[in-house]
Every structure is written in structure tokens, then in C-alpha cells.
T-cell receptor, first 114, second 112 residues
Framework: EAQVTQNPRYLITVTGKKLTVTCSQN?????MSWYRQDPGLGLRQIYY???????DKGDVPEGYKVSRKEKRNFPLILESPSPNQTSLYFC?????????????FGEGSRLTVL | QKEVEQNSGPLSVPEGAIASLNCTYS??????FFWYRQYSGKSPELIMS????GDKEDGRFTAQLNKASQYVSLLIRDSQPSDSATYLC????????????FGPGTRLSVLP
């Protein structure tokens, strides 16, 4: 089954404790992206990647890191989480075929930072 | 500027009516446009994609695109209570490096 898989789905952590949210897709998509969603603010892009070893900042990259060592994986790293990073996070991928290609989303990871 | 705007909600329509959702975008070079439906706490799911000016119909859904006006809309005919959700307009802004930008969403309530 074609899918984007995120883990963990739910996480409660404390300020300053490094954490990684994994994202994996099995559709051989070049493009992958991370979004956070907060009430009233919609989906905001954190980082995106056009291909292996190519990553770019989105609109809200502060406090986050990513890597794209393999095509299928795009982990999101919070080196020192803070309470303002409490949010619902979505990973997404896209084939970006010519001018087309919609985003396929993972199920989301709800993160709480105390 | 990367901006996608949607008509403010919430939008309430009676069951069986037509729901009309609107979206405008800032990047004139954009070529790909999408409507996603999102239920509370769930991931967005694709409803429609549209790439050319004009109308595109899929069942009860019709997407309309006018690139000259930088406007895209979604019509839902014969609205059902199960259509109650937040609808997100997304634009692939190629001028900003294949950047998918989302609007804030419009919450739709279909009243039985």
C-alpha cells in the first residue's frame, strides 16, 4: 500500500530533550516536506526537500533540523524542544511530475513539549 | 510573497445545497492547485487537483481555476453532513522552488 508513515504518532516530552520524528514514504517520491499545524494558523511549512541531500527552509524552520540521506526517509529533528513547538506535525511527499503532483500526507504526529 | 487566502468561515449550508469555497493566491507563476479536505485531528486528503483554466468536475465536486484573476474555487453540490470539515486550498508556487503553500482553510458545516 502506498503510504507516508510517521512515528511517533503521539509524544509528550520535556523542554530541552532532543527528539526525532521519523517519516518514510514507499512511493519513490522526490519531494518531501514537513508542516506544522496550529489552531488558527493553518499548515505552515517547516522544511522541504527536492531530492536526496537537497533540503530547503520553509516558512518556520527555527528550532528544527532535517536530513535527507535516503530518498524514502526525511526525519524531523528537534535538538532542544521548547513549549512553542507543541503542535500537530505532518510529513508529506509528492512525485512532482512536470507541473503536477499532489501532496500525500502522513497521519500526523501530535507533539507536546512541557 | 507567498500567500494563499481563503474566504473566512465558518460556512454553514443546509443539506442538499451547494457550498462554494473560494481561494486567491499571490504567485502568478503557479501552475498546480489543490483542494484538500481535513477532518478534525486527521491528515488532509486530496479532493481535487486542477492545472488548467476552466472547470474540472469529479462527482459532486467542481473546481474552477482562473489564472488571470489568480483565483480558484471549489463547489460542492448536494452537500451532505459528511462534507462537514475544513477545506484547504493549496498552491504549488513554482516561483518559490516548488513550494506547496496552504491557505488557512474554510470550515464548512452542512446542517441536516
Amino acid at each position: 500500500e502506498a503510504q507516508v508513515t510517521q512515528n511517533p504518532r503521539y509524544l509528550i516530552t520535556v523542554t530541552g530533550k532532543k527528539l526525532t520524528v521519523t517519516c518514510s514514504q514507499n512511493m519513490n517520491h522526490e519531494y518531501m516536506s514537513w508542516y506544522r499545524q496550529d489552531p488558527g494558523l493553518g499548515l505552515r511549512q517547516i522544511y522541504y526537500s527536492m531530492n536526496v541531500e537537497v533540503t530547503d527552509k520553509g516558512d518556520v524552520p527555527e528550532g528544527y533540523k532535517v536530513s535527507r540521506k535516503e530518498k524514502r526517509n526525511f526525519p524531523l529533528i528537534l535538538e532542544s524542544p521548547s513549549p512553542n513547538q507543541t503542535s500537530l506535525y505532518f510529513c508529506a511527499s509528492s512525485p512532482l511530475t512536470a507541473n503536477t503532483g499532489e501532496l500525500f500526507f502522513g497521519e500526523g504526529s501530535r507533539l507536546t513539549v512541557l | 510573497q507567498k500567500e494563499v487566502e481563503q474566504n473566512s468561515g465558518p460556512l454553514s449550508v443546509p443539506e442538499g445545497a451547494i457550498a462554494s469555497l473560494n481561494c486567491t493566491y499571490s504567485d502568478r507563476g503557479s501552475q498546480s492547485f489543490f483542494w484538500y479536505r481535513q477532518y478534525s485531528g486527521k491528515s488532509p486528503e486530496l479532493i481535487m487537483s486542477i492545472y488548467s483554466n476552466g472547470d474540472k468536475e469529479d462527482g459532486r465536486f467542481t473546481a474552477q481555476l482562473n489564472k488571470a484573476s489568480q483565483y480558484v474555487s471549489l463547489l460542492i453540490r448536494d452537500s451532505q453532513p459528511s462534507d462537514s470539515a475544513t477545506y484547504l486550498c493549496a498552491v504549488n508556487m513554482r516561483s518559490y522552488g516548488q513550494n506547496f503553500v496552504f491557505g488557512p482553510g474554510t470550515r464548512l458545516s452542512v446542517l441536516p
